[in-house]
Structure formats: C-alpha cells, structure tokens
C-alpha cells in the first residue's frame, strides 16, 4: 500500500487493501434497551464486506456480542455478571451470535466459520502459529472467518477483556494491511466529546506517540454494552500499526459503516508505522500481559534507541515470575513502558545480575551466561526518544 499522508482517503485506503480485519462492537450488533439483534444492521454490514471481497480483499472479522444475547436468552439481571455467568451467558449467545452471521450472509454466497480463540491462543508462539495457519486456511477455501474470545472458558485473569485487542492481535497473525474498529465513536477526539464542548475531531495520526495515548479518558458513558473505552482502542491501534497495518477507528452505527466511510463519514486513520516489525517482532511488541518487569535507566534508554540489546548494568529493577523466553515490559524511569522482549534470563537470575557489568556476570550467578538479558533481536521498542 502506498505511503499514507493527512490527504489520504479512506476509500482509498480499502479500496487497495488485500487483506482486511474488520471489528464489530457489541453496542453495534445489540439493541441497547432489548438486548435484541440488529438483523438489518448486520446484514448491511455483510453486504459491505462482500463488497471489500469483491475488489479482490480477503476479509476477516471480530464480532462482538456472545455474552449480550446469552445474557438476555438466560433472563439474566442487569449489572455486573460474576465469572461463571458470563461464562454461561457467552455458552449460550456464541450459537446465537454465529447463527445470527450465518444467515446475514448466506444470501451473498459467502461461508462463515466461527473461530473462537482464548489469550493464550496469541500469547504462546506454538498456538499463535497454529491459530494463524488455521486462518489462512480459511481464506485460502474463501470462508469468512467469524472471531471472538472464547469467553466461556476464559478467566477474569487469563482473557483480553475486549475486543480491540483481540482484533489487533488477529490483524497481526494475520498480516492484515488494514485494520477497521467498528464501535458507537465516530473516531479519535482531543477529549471526550460527551464531556468537553470544545473537543476537536482528529482524522489522521501520523506516529501513536505518548500525547496521542493520552487522548483516552475510557468508556463512552452513553454506552453500556461494550467492554472497551478509548483506551483499548489506542492500545490495539498501537499494537497493528507496530506490524504495518493501517487503522481506520469510525462509528459503526449507521447501516453500510462502511459504505459510509467510503462516502467521506468521519473516522480517524492511524498510519502504519515507517519502519514495520516483522511477524515475530510483532507478536512480542503485542503480548496481552507479560510476564515481568523489567525497570532500566535513562543511559539503557537512550541504547536502546540507538538499536543496543538491554544489558544488565542497565536495569535498575524487575519484578514478576518469569522464565527465559518469557516476554517482559521494559519501563523507564518514570514508570512508561519503553519497549517489550524475550528475557534471557529467569525472575531469579534476573534479580542477582540488576546493575552488575557484563564482566561480574558469571561471578554473580556461578556460570557463564549471556551478556544481554534481553537481545536486540528479540526486542520491540513501543516509543523512540524524539532527537
């Protein structure tokens, strides 16, 4: 795809796309009074896919909405669920939901399948190969390929708890060029329209930097359908554009989003980064929940952004329970998250080499080991110091 500027349009943006997640909220599938399904909405929605497969794009979708039907089918009361309902519930609406999309489709032509993947689908490289060929054999037969977290075996501390992410991460393994977060916000503001009288609309992001993400104040408060907030979808643009994927953040509401969106609706576009990660860089700079810590210096800062490997003297702290190959969030001083990587060392290992140089390693630990505790190669930078 060509190199995106403020001038590009979003029609044109899907119009060369070859491959194209595209994610549906549960605000948008679900009547909010009646819990009941939007038939006309999500039928509308299938005939714009169809219209993206018709260009020559494989598409790929998130939907939303299990636990919503299941929630109501069940009679289930209004407010927080404890675990084992939601469990349930989602037991209950995925067939609905799947269903549901079944037969939005089927006039079109076009098979669904239903993929339902749990966090550690992604998080364990083994299972996020396997899911990713499971996809690609899907599109490789022509079927839709129909995603949602696996929520009745998910846990409140084992899940992506949203959506977003879990698009991201599926835009990701699949190497989507673009990636749509379909949700009840018309695109990123400086603040909260629903709050702030003088919020402006931002309709393109050239690089997610610290300012950008500090734009999210949370759930829109007109909503109670929906799990995540302004804060998840910066998150999973985030995580897609690190891979070179374009997102397109715009409201879902209307019937055709995305004949809407073709026809000049407000959105806001994230451009891919200049300098994509490849796959394997991708999926540590995307991991849901790493496993550790580690804190480092402004000296480990400014290596790192000059292409360094992390190394011992430059780490400060770290906390967490992890072994080596685990992913680890690298913090700077100041607490902001400045990178990820595979640690070369365990928790233990790590806690008795903090500060120590290359030299005082073996020493320390009573073996020789690696110089890095976390190798260039195996290392994602999340923000890079302006220069």
């Not at 292409?307 to 702290?317: E, I, K, V, Y």
Request: aromatic share 4%; with cysteine.
């Amino acid at each position: 795809m060509a190199t995106l500027g403020t001038h590009s349009s979003v029609g044109d943006i899907l119009g060369q796309a070859k491959r194209v997640v595209v994610k549906a909220g549960s605000s948008l599938l679900s009547e909010a009074q009646s819990g009941a399904l939007r038939h006309g909405w999500m039928a509308s929605l299938a005939q714009d896919l169809a219209g993206l497969r018709d260009t020559g794009a494989e598409v790929l979708m998130v939907s939303s909405g299990a636990v919503a039907l299941g929630r109501r089918a069940l009679k289930l009361s209004d407010g927080a669920l404890a675990l084992e309902q939601k469990q349930a519930a989602a037991a209950v609406g995925q067939p609905m939901l799947a269903s549901a999309w079944k037969e939005a489709f089927a006039p079109l032509g076009i098979v669904t399948a239903q993929a339902l993947l749990t966090l550690e689908d992604t998080e364990k490289r083994r299972r996020w190969l396997n899911s990713r060929a499971t996809l690609e054999a899907l599109l490789s037969q022509k079927a839709l390929p129909i995603i949602n977290e696996n929520d009745t075996v998910a846990t409140d501390e084992i899940r992506y708890g949203d959506n977003d992410r879990l698009a991201a991460r599926v835009a990701q393994m699949s190497g989507a060029d673009v990636l749509v977060l379909l949700s009840d916000i018309d695109g990123l503001w400086t603040a909260d329209p629903h709050r702030h009288s003088d919020a402006s609309p931002i309709p393109f992001v050239a690089d997610m930097s610290a300012e950008i993400m500090a734009m999210a104040e949370g759930p829109n408060p007109q909503s109670n359908l929906g799990s995540g907030g302004m804060v998840t979808k910066l998150t999973a643009a985030r995580m897609a554009v690190q891979g070179g994927c374009t997102v397109i953040l715009a409201s879902g509401v209307c019937e055709h989003p995305l004949a809407a969106l073709m026809n000049g609706a407000r959105a806001t576009v994230f451009a891919p980064a200049a300098t994509a990660t490849d796959a394997r860089k991708g999926w540590i700079a995307g991991t849901i929940n790493p496993a550790g810590q580690v804190h480092i210096d402004e000296g480990a800062v400014r290596a790192l952004g000059k292409g360094a490997s992390l190394l011992p003297a430059g780490m400060t702290a770290c906390t967490g329970d992890f072994t080596r190959g685990d992913v680890l969030a690298i913090l700077d001083m100041n607490g902001r998250e400045v990178g990820r990587g595979l640690a070369s060392y365990t928790a233990g290992e790590a806690r008795k080499i903090c500060g120590l140089r290359s030299e005082e390693i073996a020493h320390a630990l009573g073996y020789s080991a690696r110089a890095a505790m976390i190798h260039r190669d195996n290392l994602v930078l999340l923000h890079k110091e302006k220069t």
